[in-house]
């Protein structure tokens, strides 16, 4: 085999790097050197198959035998899994073998100096026509979230990546990461659903805008003495009143709390009665 493969050095302070197993490691620059440079065609059984750019065709044997001393099939299995989870590539049975497609190959291996969008574009296509890959904008949950194990396979993510909840929690765990590359964040889907319906409670129950949480958790983010002590949805949720009497105090957007906002509505109620009283006195 011959040819290069361009690694960006930003890869290592990535979380499929930073998270993954050293044989996990290894079998990433595997799949990487093994995919095809450019387009390639071939005939099998009186039939023409062709790959794109980032594509190659393997068997798990293969990659094993390819990856070197110390991988072991189940290593294989659970890395394709997770890679797959992190949409780094996708990962399909045909009928020549398994076709490994590596999603964003032409963001990162054109010969362009600097990748284009219309490079992404491109190779955004697995067997036929994967979907798009959405690492960059949606997901704590793949790749940014630590590894989803293989124990979670047939639970699904109880919010969409678009609903409020998600995007906070996108928020608060991007935010944490800054702070600490090291906090502990979710690492299962079980454990990220747990942190989505806590997000979820303070929006559905606790009646505040996501507006108005974003910009709490910003905040307190910033804070010296909060930044290590509101580290998951639930303690945002336990300290949300303090949260924004606190910031209110240090002069920024000036929010009510839960409390004063239930007293404030039972006030209102109170007053438009005794109006609508008054009224009915009036005309009588």
Same mark, same amino acid.
């Given at each position: 085999? @011959? ?46 198959? %062709? ?7 393997? %068997?798990?044997? &293969? ?8 991988? $072991? ?19 399909? %049975?045909?009928?020549?073998? +398994?076709?490994? $497609?590596?999603?964003? #190959? ?18 955004? +296509? ?9 690492? *960059? ?44 590359? =090291? ?14 319906? *806590?997000? @979820? ?21 910033? *804070? ?14 336990? =300290? ?8 209110? %105090? ?17 006030? &209102?109620?109170? @007053?438009?009665?005794? +109006? ?5 006195? #009036?005309?009588?």
């Amino acid at each position: 085999m @011959e040819g290069w493969v361009k690694l960006h050095r930003e890869l290592i302070d990535k979380p499929i790097w930073l998270n993954s197993k050293p044989e996990h490691k290894a079998i990433l620059i595997t799949i990487l050197c093994l995919a095809n440079h450019s387009e390639k065609s071939w005939e099998w059984q009186g039939k023409q198959f %062709s790959l794109e750019p980032g594509q190659f065709i393997t %068997s798990l044997d &293969s990659l094993k035998e390819k990856t070197g001393k110390g991988i $072991t099939i189940q290593n294989i299995r659970s890395c394709l899994k997770r890679l797959e989870k992190l949409q780094f590539l996708t990962n399909k %049975s045909t009928k020549t073998g +398994r076709l490994i $497609t590596i999603v964003n #190959w032409g963001l990162y291996q054109s010969e362009e100096t600097k990748p284009t969008k219309q490079s992404t574009k491109n190779q955004q +296509r697995g067997n036929k026509e994967p979907t798009t890959n959405k690492n *960059d904008k949606n997901v704590i949950m793949k790749e940014d979230i630590k590894d989803i194990s293989s124990q979670d396979d047939d639970e699904q993510l109880k919010f969409d990546i678009n609903h409020p909840a998600f995007k906070l929690t996108k928020v608060l765990t991007d935010k944490m990461i800054a702070n600490n590359p =090291k906090a502990k964040i979710p690492e299962t889907i079980k454990q990220t659903n747990n942190w989505l319906v *806590d997000m @979820e409670r303070i929006i559905r129950l606790d009646k505040y805008e996501p507006k108005q949480i974003q910009d709490v958790i910003v905040w307190c983010q910033a *804070d010296n003495f909060w930044s290590s002590n509101i580290l998951s949805p639930k303690k945002l949720r336990e =300290k949300m009143g303090t949260l924004i009497i606190q910031m209110n %105090s240090k002069g920024k957007v000036t929010y009510i709390s839960k409390e004063e906002r239930q007293k404030k509505e039972r006030l &209102s109620v109170y @007053e438009e009665y005794l +109006r609508k009283k008054g009224e009915i006195q #009036w005309h009588q």
